[in-house]
């Protein structure tokens, strides 16, 4: 490195490699990130449990609406009956 223009250049290479070297990290730690919080089980469908939930139109008693409303802090017998 004698001239100063050599030694831009080398500076430039060292940057352009620190900056590879950092995408390639990024890029690792991406991969195992994705890998870990892949699913490891299919999420499964719920909708016909759902369905014969509503279908059964269970309406609450006294108490368990006062239970509900004392530990949600909400009104759940409102004039919609939900």
Excluded at 12 to 22: A, C, D, G, P, S
Excluded at 28 to 48: E, G, V
Aim: glycine share 2%; hydrophobic share 30%; aromatic share 10%.
């Amino acid at each position: 490195m004698n001239t100063p223009l050599e030694w831009i250049i080398h500076q430039q290479n060292q940057k352009t490699e620190f900056e590879r070297k950092q995408t390639e990290v990024r890029e690792r730690q991406s991969a195992a990130l994705n890998k870990n919080m892949s699913f490891q089980k299919p999420i499964p469908n719920m909708r016909d449990a759902y369905a014969e939930v509503c279908a059964k139109n269970y309406q609450p008693t006294q108490q368990e609406i006062e239970y509900q409303r004392f530990t949600s802090g909400q009104w759940i017998d409102n004039a919609k009956g939900k």
